[in-house]
């Protein structure tokens, strides 16, 4: 009940603040999304990126499903790679690679 307190006794009359200020803060809050949402989500995109870009064959990944195998082949064409889990070979998008795993 405080908080909305100044606001109701404020009027209708009063000018909640300049132009500049309200820019100033919009500004502020846009600077801090973009240092906190937009900067590190961008990085992590181009990481990402740059891991499918180096896929090769015989490199054992993991699957943002969860599934482990290891590259049994690549298809840039359809984007595509063959997993060979054990004596399966399954075929996935190629984004939907999480990561390398060390061997």
């Known amino acids: 009940m405080n908080f909305y307190l100044p606001i109701l006794m404020a009027g209708p009359g009063q000018d909640g603040g300049s132009a500049i200020v309200q820019l100033g803060f919009f500004a502020l809050i846009f600077v801090m999304m973009y240092l906190l949402l937009i900067r590190p989500q961008r990085k992590k995109q181009k990481e990402h990126d740059?891991?499918?870009?180096?896929?090769?064959?015989?490199?054992?990944?993991?699957?943002?499903?969860?599934?482990?195998?290891?590259?049994?082949?690549?298809?840039?064409?359809?984007?595509?790679?063959?997993?060979?889990?054990?004596?399966?070979?399954?075929?996935?998008?190629?984004?939907?690679?999480?990561?390398?795993?060390?061997?």
């Open 50 to 103: 740059q891991l499918l870009s180096e896929l090769k064959k015989g490199d054992k990944v993991v699957t943002t499903s969860g599934m482990f195998g290891i590259i049994f082949a690549i298809d840039e064409e359809r984007n595509m790679v063959v997993l060979k889990m054990g004596e399966v070979k399954l075929e996935f998008l190629k984004s939907s690679i999480a990561a390398r795993v060390d061997k």
